[in-house]
């Protein structure tokens, strides 16, 4: 069993947690994932590792409630244990020999955007990163990207903070102000990659979008996780759990990503309302 050693609240959707496992930790890299299970019914779901502390041997955990395994994890507190806690799996993020790094998170994937922007501050890197959200309700981790970044763009789509826009409006400012960068990191909803990495193609910038498709069993025999990736014309299917989960953002096809990333939304929705209704009866009762 798996120890929550802490828990905090970011805002009213998303969670973090510092799980007590000491052979992840000793391992775990930024840009790799963990595969858990609350329950010993529960389902698996895959959970990017979004900090780890050797030492202490603990790893960091931010999840957002979206589903009926997420609600179940969200019920958990402080000296709870969680049934499984699988990992590190799939690739490293690769940040050796990049020198000026624009890191653009959108939403909860800024919480696997920032232990890459930390790796690359420590490597001596230039960071420039852009966060955004859809309002200052939703804001998460502005503080921690302000202390490894050389300069931070906060974004929200209604202006309720920072400046009102997507994450592209910064990047394009850049370029149109001859400070584009040498390399561009996406990680966020797959919409949100899609255009950051056409503009990054549009105008020959390198970029690596992290990719969090369906996935079951996190070791490439179940096929869930695959993504269709476009190479000098031929289309190929690689695994996010094995190949993954970065990948080129020129290559990624991100419609068909989209197409299959919403195949379980309605039973998701579905599950997480019964999670709901079960919660609310059981506090009643209790």
């Known amino acids: 069993m798996y120890r929550i050693v802490s828990k905090k609240v970011l805002n009213p959707t998303v969670i973090m947690m510092d799980i007590e ?164 990191i996406a990680i966020g909803p797959l919409v949100m990659m899609k255009f950051v990495a056409k503009m990054a193609k549009e105008n020959g910038i390198p970029c690596t979008v992290s990719m969090n498709p369906i996935m079951i069993d996190g070791t490439g025999m179940c096929g869930g996780c695959r993504i269709t990736l476009v190479k000098d014309g031929k289309r190929v299917s690689a695994f996010a759990c094995v190949d993954g989960p970065d990948f080129d953002g020129w290559e990624v096809d991100f419609d068909e990503a989209m197409m299959r990333s919403g195949a379980y939304s309605d039973f998701e929705r579905h599950k997480y309302e019964e999670g709901c209704n079960l919660f609310k009866k059981e506090t009643k009762n209790g």
């Open 21 to 184: 496992a000491p052979l992840v930790a000793k391992r775990a890299e930024a840009g790799q994932f963990i595969i858990i299970r609350p329950m010993e019914t529960s389902e698996r779901i895959p959970l990017t590792v979004a900090g780890f502390d050797r030492e202490k041997g603990t790893v960091k955990i931010i999840f957002q409630t979206v589903g009926a395994t997420t609600l179940m994890l969200s019920q958990l507190n402080e000296g709870d244990c969680v049934s499984d806690f699988a990992g590190p799996l799939g690739k490293p993020c690769e940040t050796e020999g990049k020198s000026d790094v624009l890191v653009v998170g959108g939403g909860v994937g800024c919480a696997i955007a920032l232990p890459i922007a930390e790796k690359l501050k420590e490597e001596g890197a230039s960071v420039r990163s852009v966060i955004g959200f859809r309002t200052k309700d939703l804001i998460i981790l502005k503080d921690e990207f302000e202390a490894v970044s050389d300069t931070l763009d906060v974004m929200t789509d209604d202006g309720s903070f920072g400046e009102m826009g997507n994450v592209c409006v910064p990047f394009e400012r850049m370029i149109k102000e001859g400070r584009a960068p040498g390399h561009v």
